[in-house]
């Protein structure tokens, strides 16, 4: 449909595709939106945040075309396609100057790769038919946004290639089976079926990027039946998983300028984070009012040896370097991490010189929980103590006085689970790279 300048009033509220024209009817630019009335009326309204470009482009606007679509994230794929079909005046420019990004599928491989390419990359790399390619998108940060919630619908590997060593999503569902590991398997029927449900992984993929997400829907609904039937109940919470996430990105607004903003933004959406984690431990019956400080303990080893432990320290939502701390871990010598997550926190709470946080993150599952509990009684400590348990981000509580369990799965956009998941990732990153370097140390010394 198609309005005036002056008929942006009478534009809907709903998600969708907005086209600028001229007086020549050329087409200058289209955008995404959603809620198209709001979305264009900011550039007529307030126009003195604009930038020079943008002033120039509105002076141009005589009418405007929209296109509704059933969600934002509809109108970010078809936005893309729109884009790169017509090739309006506007968009053109604006890619020269942010590089739009590209999603490349290498169908053709064995275990297609997912990468991210840029357009001169396009004219250097072989593309093959089979391949399948998106974009550009206008906002890069906002499509790797999108791409790592996609990975809670259907898992896919992100990382390089380690010759048969899974990558660290692996373990917590986002990359299963990891075509890293796969590459590494010896030939034979295991290998051919890990191949088969990774390709199968990527090709869903494709149908999401292409808008066949009712599509991909309506297959993991009979999927999930079928599975019941059969009695694989555990196979089947997997896939209602996928449908729920689904579900929830159809709703989830993305909005490219959280990325982009001032540091005073940033500190908002990090308070954001806090209250709403404050809201989930109250959920569980912790009754703190601040979180200035929380640390996070995650265990690293191969077999036992060289086994590390980190501590890393998130300071009002900000992950804090400074405070990061290191163990080599003493008294443990089987792969027992229970046991090493109890020596950590021990010697963590032996340091009474180092402040203590209002809250700790265990990387594990309730055997881990435990054991740092225990400890915290020997000291008289009452911390609390809070899990992430790995496949489908769990949060555990431990109520010490019942000596019982409590779990909650927040949605994937919940502001909580993204604070717990930052702090979890660093902690196993700055773990594993203590683990790797002492490995590496022992290997020379061996050699």
Same mark, same amino acid.
């Given at each position: 449909m198609r309005y005036t300048k002056n008929q942006r009033k009478l534009l809907p509220t709903t998600p969708g595709i907005y086209q600028y024209f001229d007086a020549s009817d050329s087409l200058l630019y289209i955008g995404k939106a959603k809620n198209l009335r709001k979305r264009v009326s900011q550039y007529f309204l307030d126009t003195k945040h604009l930038g020079e470009k943008t002033h120039i482009l509105v002076s141009q606007i005589d009418s405007i075309s929209i296109i509704e679509t059933e969600s934002e994230?509809?109108?970010?794929?078809?936005?893309?396609?729109?884009?790169?079909?017509?090739?309006?005046?506007?968009?053109?420019?604006?890619?020269?100057?942010?590089?739009?990004?590209?999603?490349?599928?290498?169908?053709?491989?064995?275990?297609?790769?997912?990468?991210?390419?840029?357009?001169?990359d396009i004219q250097r790399l072989y593309i093959r038919k089979k391949d399948a390619l998106f974009g550009p998108y206008q906002s890069?940060?906002?499509?790797?946004?999108?791409?790592?919630?996609?990975?809670?619908?259907?898992?896919?590997?992100?990382?390089?290639?380690?010759?048969?060593?899974?990558?660290?999503?692996?373990?917590?569902?986002?990359?299963?089976?990891?075509?890293?590991?796969?590459?590494?398997?010896?030939?034979?029927?295991?290998?051919?079926?890990s191949v088969r449900v990774y390709r199968s992984h990527v090709i869903t993929l494709k149908h999401i990027l292409s808008g066949k997400s009712d599509v991909v829907r309506?297959?993991?609904?009979?999927?999930?039946?079928?599975?019941?039937?059969?009695?694989?109940?555990?196979?089947?919470?997997?896939?209602?998983?996928?449908?729920?996430?689904?579900?929830v990105l159809k709703r989830r607004r993305f909005d490219p300028s959280v990325y982009t903003q001032s540091e005073q933004k940033i500190d908002d959406i990090y308070q954001m984070e806090l209250?709403?984690? $404050?809201?989930?431990?109250?959920?569980?019956?912790?009754? *703190?009012?601040?979180?200035? !400080?929380? %640390?996070? #303990?995650?265990?690293?080893?191969?077999?036992?040896?060289?086994?590390?432990?980190?501590?890393?320290?998130?300071i009002d939502g900000r992950m804090t370097v400074s405070e990061y701390r290191k163990f080599r871990i003493r008294t443990v010598?089987?792969?027992?991490?229970?046991?090493?997550?109890?020596?950590?926190?021990?010697?963590?709470?032996?340091?009474?010189?180092?402040?203590?946080?209002?809250?700790?993150?265990?990387?594990?599952?309730?055997?881990?929980?435990?054991?740092?509990?225990?400890? $915290?009684?020997?000291?008289?400590?009452?911390?609390?103590? *809070?899990?992430?348990?790995? !496949?489908? %981000?769990? #949060?555990?509580?431990?109520?010490?006085?019942?000596?019982?369990?409590?779990?909650?799965?927040?949605?994937?956009?919940?502001?909580?689970?993204?604070?717990?998941?930052?702090i979890r990732d660093e902690a196993h990153r700055f773990s594993k790279s203590y683990h790797s370097l002492l490995r590496s140390k022992s290997m020379t010394r061996e050699s």
């Open positions: 994230f509809d109108a970010i794929l078809f936005e893309s396609e729109l884009i790169r079909t017509l090739q309006p005046k506007y968009n053109i420019l604006a890619k020269d100057d942010k590089s739009p990004l590209y999603v490349l599928l290498t169908l053709h491989e064995e275990l297609p790769h997912i990468l991210y390419i840029r357009k001169h890069a940060h906002m499509i790797r946004s999108l791409m790592r919630t996609l990975r809670h619908i259907v898992p896919f590997c992100l990382q390089k290639r380690r010759n048969g060593k899974p990558c660290f999503s692996s373990h917590i569902g986002l990359c299963s089976p990891c075509a890293s590991e796969i590459q590494g398997m010896p030939g034979g029927k295991l290998k051919q079926e309506r297959s993991y609904a009979r999927e999930m039946n079928a599975l019941s039937k059969h009695l694989h109940y555990e196979e089947a919470l997997v896939i209602r998983k996928h449908i729920e996430s689904l579900d209250s709403d984690t $404050l809201e989930v431990l109250h959920r569980f019956g912790i009754t *703190i009012h601040s979180l200035e !400080r929380i %640390e996070c #303990i995650d265990i690293s080893n191969t077999q036992g040896t060289h086994a590390t432990g980190a501590l890393t320290v998130s010598q089987s792969p027992n991490d229970v046991l090493m997550v109890s020596e950590v926190m021990r010697r963590r709470l032996s340091h009474t010189e180092w402040r203590f946080p209002e809250l700790f993150v265990i990387d594990g599952g309730k055997g881990q929980i435990q054991a740092a509990c225990s400890v $915290l009684d020997e000291y008289s400590c009452t911390i609390p103590i *809070i899990g992430l348990a790995k !496949r489908f %981000e769990t #949060i555990l509580y431990y109520h010490r006085r019942t000596q019982s369990f409590q779990s909650i799965n927040l949605s994937f956009d919940r502001p909580a689970l993204h604070l717990f998941q930052r």
